[in-house]
């Protein structure tokens, strides 16, 4: 499935969802021919942001920002700060 954008470290970098590479209208996104910048900022390599569900770059996110999941490491403290398991946030998703 080489062409859903998350299998693309450029596109997966901008949390581009579905197809990119080429996408359904049969374009190729320009994020097809990047390469992510950072590997290490795409959420999905980072335990707290991968935990959140969050998509892209978050350590630093595109703008730069380090968002708080990044500093998350430790799955027991994981589990304490998802949304679900606080009665206030319980119905919003990732982490709170």
């Known amino acids: 499935e080489a062409k859903k954008c998350e299998n693309n470290a450029g596109c997966a970098a ?3 969802g579905g197809n990119c590479c080429p996408a ?4 190729m996104s320009e994020c ?6 950072n590997t290490a900022a795409l959420c999905s390599e980072n335990p707290g942001c991968a935990a959140a ?4 770059a978050c350590c630093p996110t595109n703008n730069g920002e ?3 999941c990044c500093k998350i490491t430790d799955p027991s403290t994981i589990e304490e700060a998802k949304c ?11 982490l709170c």
């Not at 359904?24 to 374009?27: A, I, K, V």
């Not at 097809?32 to 910048?37: G, I, T, Y």
């Not at 679900?84 to 990732?94: K, M, R, S, V, Y």
């Open 14 to 16: 901008l949390g581009l």
């Open 24 to 27: 359904n209208d049969g374009t």
């Open 32 to 37: 097809c021919h990047e390469k992510a910048n």
């Open 53 to 56: 569900g969050l998509p892209g």
């Open 66 to 68: 380090m968002l708080t």
């Open 84 to 94: 679900e398991n606080h009665e206030g946030c319980a119905d919003l998703p990732g």
